[in-house]
Structures are given as C-alpha cells and as structure tokens.
C-alpha cells in the first residue's frame, strides 16, 4: 500500500513557474515509478511525466517538454514537478501516481499506476 499526497499548487500568472511536490509513504519509496498526470475541465486526464523507480530515466509529455521537469529525492521520500513557463492551457488538476514496477515504454500510460494523489489545482492566469 502506497499513500501520496501532493502539495504546492496554487494560482501564478503566465510565464510564471510552481514546484509541486508529492510525499509518498507506505513502502520503500526508492522502489517506486513516479508519475505526474494532469485533467483540465472538460477533458480526459492527460500524461504529463514519468520518472523510474532506480535509474533516473524520465519522460515528458511534448506539451510540456523543455517548461516541466520531474526529479525525486529518495531521502525525503518525495517526487517533484518543476514547471516554468506556465501557460494558461497549463490549468488543471494535477495528480501524483506511482507503481512498484513497469515497463520504460509504458510509463506514459495512466493504467500502469496503482496508487495515486488526491490532485491539487495549478490555475494560470494570462
């Protein structure tokens, strides 16, 4: 079993940049593929980025390749998601999501995930 909770969203105008975080408890969170998902009203929940559970390979979604970023800190048992450059197409409910084990090739699929957040808003104003 596997507990997340995420943090740090909130309200910035364009061009702006926020860093949520997701806590994660439970099990060995070293052991863990994270993930970050994101639904804007209206619209079915999108991929956003992926980070291996050991060798630090990640995956971005081209909408936010090159503004995003995800990393984790095994010590804090913590995943992040850097985003700079916010657009307002950016709005929406942000969700953590992890899984003990997948494929590099299947990261980006909401279905391999077990365990999951209970979202946080990020709104972006222009």
């Known amino acids: 079993q596997v507990q997340l909770v995420e943090s740090g969203g909130g309200l910035v105008q364009a061009g702006g940049s926020l860093r949520l975080s997701c806590a994660a408890s439970g099990r060995t969170f070293s052991s863990l593929f994270m993930a970050w998902f994101r639904q804007a009203p209206g619209k079915e929940r999108e991929f956003v980025a992926a980070?291996?559970?050991?060798?630090?390979?990640?995956s971005h979604a081209d909408s936010v390749k090159g503004r995003f970023s995800i990393s984790r800190d095994n010590a804090k048992n913590t995943v992040y998601l850097q985003m700079n450059s916010l657009k307002p197409e950016d709005t929406a409910v942000y969700y953590c999501a992890a899984t003990v084990g997948t494929r590099l090739a299947r990261m980006m699929f909401q279905g391999e995930y077990r365990y999951w957040g209970q979202g946080i808003q990020v709104t972006v104003s222009a």
């Open positions: 980070l291996s559970s050991s060798s630090g390979i990640t």
